[in-house]
């Protein structure tokens, strides 16, 4: 499987996410277009950033660019009922795309001979950028910063590539599949990072008492 493979796939559930956070926000058809197109492109164009790729390139991919607009077209005119799977399955889609973009910005990365923690960054932005633009266009709190593993199987994608662990085909379908099956696994166990709160815990002291009730 080359790169332009992991390309389309990453964009279709991507560009799907995109499109139902849309919906569920109610924006209009300009809005769910706009939102699909940042959550599909958006980690590309960070990752070409970051490697020096001219961003005129970024132009020159027609072909994705109808597969995305066909795909959120498709997703904007379907029954609620069809829209309602994506709760269901969307969580696979969406690691689906991280795997796929993941491996996808790594690549780029080591085709460029950059060195390992380039790669490492490039299969990071390019998994989950887009979702980042996605849910602040949203007016939502990044995920991925708070509540779950996510970002960890990009660097994991990255590390493989850039180390040379998965070249080949098999082995990139390999790759390709445990980075699924471990995001996977991270939601049903719900394994996060740890994480530090610098608010105030309430003590018993402060909590409110209730009041006596007197006749």
């Not at 593993?149 to 790759?175: C, D, F, N, Q, R």
């Not at 994480?195 to 018993?204: F, H």
Request: hydrophobic share 55%.
């Amino acid at each position: 499987m080359s790169w332009e493979w992991f390309n389309i796939i990453g964009t279709v559930a991507f560009v799907i996410s995109g499109a139902v956070i849309a919906m569920e926000e109610e924006y209009d058809l300009l809005g769910v277009i706009v939102l699909g197109m940042a959550t599909a492109f958006g980690g590309g164009i960070l990752r070409n950033i970051l490697l020096g790729i001219p961003l005129t390139a970024f132009w020159n991919q027609g072909t994705l660019f109808t597969i995305a607009l066909v795909s959120m077209l498709i997703v904007f005119v379907l029954p609620h009922k069809y829209i309602g799977y994506w709760n269901r399955w969307g969580l696979f889609f969406d690691a689906v795309g991280l795997s796929a973009f993941a491996i996808q910005g790594a690549m780029y990365a080591t085709q460029m001979n950059y060195p390992l923690s380039a790669t490492i960054v490039a299969a990071v932005l390019t998994g989950i950028g887009g979702g980042i633009i996605r849910d602040v266009l949203a007016g939502r709190k990044p995920l991925v910063f708070k509540e779950e593993i996510y970002a960890v199987w990009a660097m994991v994608a990255g590390v493989a590539v850039g180390l040379k662990w998965a070249t080949s085909i098999p082995e990139l379908y390999a790759l390709f599949a445990a980075i699924i099956v471990c995001r996977m696994v991270s939601v049903y166990r719900g394994w996060k990072l740890p994480r530090r709160s610098l608010r105030p815990t309430p003590t018993p002291s402060s909590a409110p008492r209730p009041l006596n009730n007197r006749m």
